[in-house]
């Protein structure tokens, strides 16, 4: 079992830079691979990034290539996603997210967290 909690969101200007964070408990932590998807307004839930269990691999949204950074410290059982050059289309609720496999599609998902909101301002 794996719980994930989300911070780090808020409102940004377009431009601007947020890290988000995803605590998670459990004991298998490291075990599972990690990742991120977001859900604009309106729009259904889409992938951002998910990264292995042991963080050496990281794949991302063609779209979000270059500005989007995940990360993992399994120490920590934390998770972070780094997005830089925000956009106003880069709004919405951004999920954490749990898989024994490479979370790359929502199929795959075993676990999310609760999200957090992204706005970012133009």
């Known amino acids: 079992q794996v719980q994930l909690v989300e911070s780090g969101g808020g409102l940004v200007q377009a431009g601007g830079s947020l890290r988000l964070s995803c605590a998670a408990s459990?004991?298998?932590?490291?075990?599972?691979?990690m990742g991120w998807f977001r859900q604009p307004p309106g729009k259904e839930r889409e992938f951002v990034a998910t990264?292995?269990?042991?963080?050496?691999?990281?794949w991302y949204a063609d779209s979000l290539k270059g500005r989007f950074t995940i990360s993992r410290d399994n120490a920590k059982k934390m998770v972070y996603l780094q997005m830089n050059s925000l956009e106003p289309e880069d709004t919405g609720v951004y999920f954490c997210?749990?898989?024994?496999?490479?979370?790359?599609?929502?199929?795959?998902?075993?676990?999310w967290g609760q999200g957090t909101q992204v706005t970012v301002s133009s």
């Open positions: 990264i292995s269990w042991g963080g050496t691999s990281q």
């Open positions: 997210a749990a898989g024994r496999r490479v979370v790359s599609t929502t199929a795959l998902v075993e676990y």
């Open positions: 459990g004991r298998t932590f490291g075990n599972y691979a």
